[in-house]
Structure formats: C-alpha cells, structure tokens
C-alpha cells in the first residue's frame, strides 16, 4: 500500500508513515548554529595547547585535549573544560585559523614602502666578500606581546662570515646602531645588504 501511495502521489515512504502514525510534520534535527565556542578563556586554553603539543592539527588536536587538560596550568571553570573536550575538529581550525594565517611571524608586509625603496634586480657579484644577508629572529617563546631581545644576524654570502647582536624589541634606531657597529667591526667593506621587510 506504501509503496502504490509514493507511485502516485510522489510522496516519500518516511512522509507517508509519519502521516500514518498521525504525525504529518516530521521532526527532523534543527539545523542551525551549535553552541558558540566563544570567550578568551576557551581561546586561550586552546591556543595554549596547541601551542604545547607542537601545532599538532586540528584532528589529532581533539584527541590529545583530554591528555592535555589535566596538565594547563591556568584556572579554567567548568563551562570552558566541557566545551574544550566537546569542540570539533573543524571549530578547532575556525578559532585557530586567524593564528595559523600569520603564526608566530614578527614580519610586517611593506606594501607602502614598495615604491620608494629603489630595488637593485641583477644579482650580486658573490666572488668578492661584502655582501650580506640579513636576518631578524623573535626570542620571544610562543606569544610576540611584551617586551624581548631579536637578534639580528649579518651573513657575507661568499666567506660565510656571520655577524650577531641583539635589540631590545627591534625599534628602528636599535637595529640601526646595531648593524653600524658590525660594519665596523667587518673586515672587509660592506658592498650590499639584503634583508626581508621584518629588518627595519
């Protein structure tokens, strides 16, 4: 009988027992949004952790949570420990993605300068020493707030011979001072310098 009924009626078999059993609205799982995972104290931990476990990805991340939650050491209420074991992998990648996007780069996009700095595009005659490769590098653990030392790295590409200091917090006038102190020091005379748009 079921079967003639959805022939002719092109109802569905689900509807058509529904209907039967009389109910003709059937009650499917409201869509919509789940609860929010929202709150710097669900963000933080989850930061944390992921931080902790090595930027472990979102899927593994799930699993080690429960492994890892006994061990944060910062206060968290109850709310924030079931909402953490109960996040999805997809939320995970959600909360994460604005992290992940930059991660922990100190560099900052030159867009504006771009068009000012002359830019020299053949390349270097690297047979003769006093051209150098520049580098910073953040020692600032795994968050970029606060004050802490970049070290700034000079690097000759032929003889390899590397120069180090450190800045406090990488102001302009530091880094200047620093690398007028290593162009002293160097034996042999600076000829070009190449650096990413993080060496101001």
Same mark, same amino acid.
Request: glycine residues 8%.
């Given at each position: 009988?079921? $079967?003639?009924?959805?022939?002719?009626?092109?109802? %569905?078999?689900? =509807?058509?027992?529904?209907?039967?059993?009389? %109910?003709?609205?059937? $009650?499917?799982?409201?869509? +919509?949004?789940?609860?929010?995972?929202?709150?710097?104290?669900?963000?933080?931990?989850?930061?944390?952790?992921?931080?902790?476990?090595?930027?472990?990805?979102?899927?593994?991340?799930?699993?080690?949570?429960?492994?890892?939650?006994?061990?944060?050491?910062?206060?968290? /209420?109850?709310? !924030?420990? /079931?909402?953490?074991? #109960?996040?999805?992998?997809?939320?995970? $990648?959600?909360?994460?993605?604005?992290?992940?996007? @930059?991660?922990? /780069?100190?560099?900052?996009?030159? =867009?504006?300068?771009? %068009?000012?700095?002359?830019?020299?595009?053949? @390349?270097?005659?690297?047979?003769?020493? +006093?051209?150098?490769?520049?580098?910073? !590098?953040? @020692?600032?653990?795994? #968050?970029?707030?606060? *004050?802490?030392?970049?070290?700034?790295?000079?690097?000759?590409? !032929?003889?390899?011979?590397?120069? %180090?200091? +450190? !800045?406090?917090?990488?102001?302009?006038?530091?880094?200047?001072?620093?690398?007028?102190?290593?162009?002293?020091?160097?034996?042999?005379?600076?000829?070009?310098? *190449?650096? *990413?748009?993080?060496?101001?």
């Amino acid at each position: 009988m079921l $079967d003639e009924l959805c022939h002719i009626y092109d109802y %569905n078999r689900k =509807y058509l027992i529904h209907f039967f059993r009389g %109910n003709d609205k059937l $009650d499917y799982a409201k869509r +919509g949004p789940k609860p929010r995972y929202q709150g710097e104290a669900l963000f933080s931990a989850l930061r944390d952790i992921w931080l902790a476990t090595d930027l472990m990805c979102s899927k593994r991340l799930k699993s080690a949570i429960p492994l890892w939650l006994p061990f944060y050491n910062k206060p968290l /209420s109850q709310s !924030v420990k /079931s909402r953490l074991l #109960s996040i999805s992998p997809a939320t995970i $990648d959600r909360l994460l993605k604005p992290y992940k996007r @930059h991660g922990l /780069s100190g560099t900052k996009p030159g =867009y504006l300068l771009k %068009n000012q700095i002359p830019i020299k595009t053949n @390349h270097w005659d690297t047979t003769i020493p +006093g051209f150098v490769e520049a580098d910073t !590098v953040a @020692h600032c653990g795994n #968050s970029l707030q606060g *004050d802490f030392i970049w070290s700034i790295t000079l690097t000759d590409i !032929v003889t390899c011979w590397t120069e %180090n200091r +450190g !800045v406090w917090n990488k102001g302009a006038e530091g880094v200047v001072e620093q690398i007028k102190a290593i162009e002293k020091i160097l034996p042999f005379q600076l000829l070009g310098f *190449d650096c *990413d748009n993080g060496l101001r």
